[in-house]
Each structure stands twice: as C-alpha cells, then as structure tokens.
C-alpha cells in the first residue's frame, strides 16, 4: 500500500529492454517516439544517422535515457547455459565412471576464425608466452597439440586450427574441445568464416570465448566487432550477455594472459573431469609414417593414464606403446587425461579423429582393432543421413529434430527461405537451421552435416567437386532447389515424417566453357572441353558461374568436330547449344544432370 501511494506521488518511469543492436526505426518504435525525433537528437550528439542505420546498445541506451526511460537489463541465464553445455559434454565422458574415481582435468580448446584473422599467429604467441628459452630450443617438431601451464593449470591447446578440422573430427564421433576461442581481427570484423565458426561452434554446443585479436593495429575497431556480434545474437558479457570477450594482440602478446584466465574460467564452470586410473582412452590427433620410427601418432588421452609398454589400439591399428613425446620433444613414461603424446609402436596409420584405448594385453588389442574395421565398414552401409531415412525416422518417433545446412546463390535468398522454415516447426519436431550462408556447398558444410546428422538444402547453388565426392562418401544428402516452394515444401514433408523421397539429382558431367560462338541456327553456341563424365543431347544441364546457377535448361544441340552427336565423353571437345540460353561466357562449367527417384529408405 506504501508502495502504491509513493509511485502516485512520483509516477515511476516507463521502462525498456534494448536489444544489443538496433536500427533508429526500431528504436523509435520502442521508445514511441518518431523516427525523425531520435534522428534529431543524435545529430545534436555529433550522430548523423538514418532510419535504417543500426546503433549500438551504449547509443540506445543513452536516447532512451534522454526521452525519459528506464532501461532494464534482462535477467542473465548467468554462466549457466555455458556451464551446462560444457557439463553435458563432461558428462558424456564420465558416464559411466564412480563419481569418488573422477579428478579435475585440465581443458582442451581449438582456435577457430576467418582466415588470416590470427590463429596461428595466436596459437605461437600463447605458446611462446609460456615456454622458457631453453625449452624454446628443444621444440622439435608441431605434434597436433600443445600444453601450457598457467600457475599450475595446464591448458591443452589443439594446434590445428579452424573449424573444418574441429567439425571432421566431430563428424568421426570425437568431440575433443571444452572451449573453442573464436578469433575476430579488430580491424577487419566479422567475415563469412566467422559466422562458419560460430554455427560450427554452436552447432557442437562447445562453450566459446571470443578473442578480439591485432588491437595493435590502428584500426582496431572492438565496438564493432562487439555489434556485429550481437546482430548475430551472440551477446558479450560485458553488454549482459554470457559470452566473454577478451582484446588481444598476437603481435605484442597483449592481452594473453587475460584470455588464458577466461579459458581457465569457463572451464572451471564446466566441472571438467576424467577417471586417471583406468585403461587409457583417447583420439587420435595426427599420424604420420616416420622414416626412422614407423608409425607415430599424437594421442589426445581423455580418460586413464597411458604408460610406456601399455598395450594399444588406435583407429584399426593395434601395437604396443615403445616410447612417447610430450609437445617439446621430451620422452614421456606416462600420459594422463587432456594430455597430448606422440606415441611409438603401432603397426598401421590410424586416421585423426580415431578413437584409441590402452588394452590389457597385445592380444586384446589386436582383436579390438579387428572389430573396429568391422564395425567401421556396418556403420558406413548404415550411417547416411537422407531426408526420406529421416521422414522415416520421425515417423516411427526415433528423431525429433531435422537439423539442416542451407546455402543459396545470394545472401538476399536467406531470409525468405529461413522465414518460410521457421512457420514450419511442428511441436513435435523441432528444425535447426545449424548454418546459413550463400556460396556454393563445401567440404566444410558437408562435414558439420555429417557431425550433426544434417542435410544440406541448397538454392540455385551446388556443391564443388569435393563436397559431392565427401557427401557420397559419408552417404550426406545434398538436396538441391531452384524454386524455394519445392524447397520448403519437401523439408515440410520430412518434418511430417511423410517425405516419399522425391527425386534424387544424379549429374552425369561437367563441360568447361572455353570459347562462345555466334549460330544463326541457335543463337549463341558455347564451345566446351568435356572435364568429367559425358554430355547427353536432350539432357538437363545448368550452367554454372563462379559456383552460382545462371541457368538451367536442356542441351539442344551438340556436336563434335561439326557432327551432330548423341553424347559425348571426358577429354573431348564440343559445341554446346542449350535451349533459351544465350548468356555464355568463357570459365563458366555446364554441368549435366538428370533426376531420378531416389531409393526408398
Ligand atoms: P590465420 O589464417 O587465422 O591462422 O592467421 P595468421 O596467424 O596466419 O595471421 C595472418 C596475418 O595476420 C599474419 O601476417 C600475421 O602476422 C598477422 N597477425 C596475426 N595476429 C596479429 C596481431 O595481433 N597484430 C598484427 N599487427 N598482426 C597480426
């Protein structure tokens, strides 16, 4: 009652939530101000904005302080989103282990970003920060990792880094990072591989921290980075937001010290633990055939202590452990969880992301090794992930979710598709867009769909030559569309657990375009060198310019050395004339394809 009669007194001020990022029109509409006012007012604070422009959070908060509002911060899951993901995945490893056997363990991280943002420079200038100069002499050789000791807390670091190597590694069921670093250079910002990295990430559920890197440089913009960010929806703490930030310099090493106590940080809340006295268990980070030694492998051991003379199995490859090396070289007797090791004594190569275990004895592991390949090649024949196994799938209830990977011809493609996507989720189906971005469909997009049980929907795009031998290899569909009705409506149809597979795309060549020539018969005639398979006459091609469809029609005419010709094979030369299509120029790819109905799952 005291509290009603004081706020008739001094009527309380209107209160806002702010988003962390903007635009003037948006705000305005919030506030309930026009557009114009806001404009105004900014001008006067040395601001010339325009409606559309976006201002960030410090901007916003300022003008809805000025018309007389309060503004409220939302109340923060606090680190306890990131704690729980990095928790579950703890967790994953710890299953089935007596809670008294578990010990701390020190985190894993990978570094991931656009190219040229700093990752290496960063993973050199982080080791370099804690080694001393004698230990500096002795770095023989990069092992696939490394450790650091930051006051007694050792912090492993992957040594490859971007987020293909972390996704491949996923996609071969080895989940190895605790916290990935996402590196932004300050004076270029977010770019398309940021993004990348970041679904990758969050794709995973790996906690991150993003590291503001080259604030050396003159035009360092953290504000930016900070925005660009937040349009992405990934808010920093320091703007409420859960995700830390830390400015560094691979440079001048600024900054260093900071980011290895956020690592040290976010792992402490993922309660990060292992059993030590067990059998070893581990991944495989590299592995190469030495000359003098046979095959070496670098271990990332996850669970149990690893010792010299302990009986192995890594990936189909079984031995002995002979010796092993810590990242500077030096022979180790014993490994224990998140520690990277070269191990010697296998008697085969294992693969990087294959998993590897300690045996009790020779025999035990060999018979493991052998039961590895046999399983391998079962969950090859079973392991494809189609839209119609997935219909199928959710139709018996097995699968709840329908992750996908969409990648368009344009940016301007996306929003439509993701908007007709998002009115498509059913209650009991959830859909997860994981990755959206335009471009043709890589390596990189075919394996997050391997690691996430994706499929990959492009429009008016296709893959390049890689991705489709990877996505036939790891058995990924990759649904291609021109028309973002048929699009949606066959993601519909799998979500309804109804999709008869439509049609399967199977593409019979490629032709390079080499030469254009003017018909009088057919208008424009492109002169092409056949690169792979065959062009049909009569059959469905696209033509195809830097990874973007610029047409798709049927091939008219063909011909070879002036004759008319049916088909023609790989390494020959030929006149190509495609119905209504008279745009040719010199590099583009003609690609021939026909469809098929796909097998039923
Ligand atoms: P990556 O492709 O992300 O691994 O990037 P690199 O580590 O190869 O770095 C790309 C370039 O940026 C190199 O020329 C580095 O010397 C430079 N670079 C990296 N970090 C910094 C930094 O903090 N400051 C400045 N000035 N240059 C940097």
Redesign the pocket.
Known sequence: MVTRASQTRTPAKPRVQLPQATTVGQLAELLGQSPISLIKHLMKAGVMATVNQVVDYDTARRLAQEFGFTVVVPKQPEKSAVAAATARRAAVAVAEEPAAALKPRPPVVTIM??????????LDAIRRSKITATEAGEITQHIGAYQVNVDNHPITFIDT?GHEAFTAMRARGAQITDVAIL?VAADDGVMPQTVEALDHIKAAQVPLIVAM?????PGADLDRIKRQLGELGLVLEEWGGEVLSVP?????QQGIPQLLESILLVAELGDLKANPDRLAQGVVLEASLDKSRGPVGTVLIQAGTLRVGDPIVAGEASGKVKAMFNDLGKPMRRASPSSPVLVMGLNGLPQAGDLFASATSDKVARTLAEGRAQKRAQAQAAGAVTLDRLAAQIRSGEVKELNLILKTDVQGSIEPIRNSLVRLEAEDVKLRLLHAASGTVTESDVMLAVASKAIVVGFNTRPEPGARRLAEAEGVDIRLYDVIYHLVEDVEKAMKGLVEPVTAEVVEGHAQVRAVFDSSRLGRVAGCYVTDGKVIRGARVRVVRRGQVVGDSNVVSLRHVKEDVREIGTGAECGVGVEGYNDFQVGDVIEVYRRQRAPQA
């Open positions: 970003g656009h190219v040229d943002h700093g990752k290496t420079s960063l880094p590196v890197n080259k604030i050396d440089k560094v310099s691979a440079k001048t």
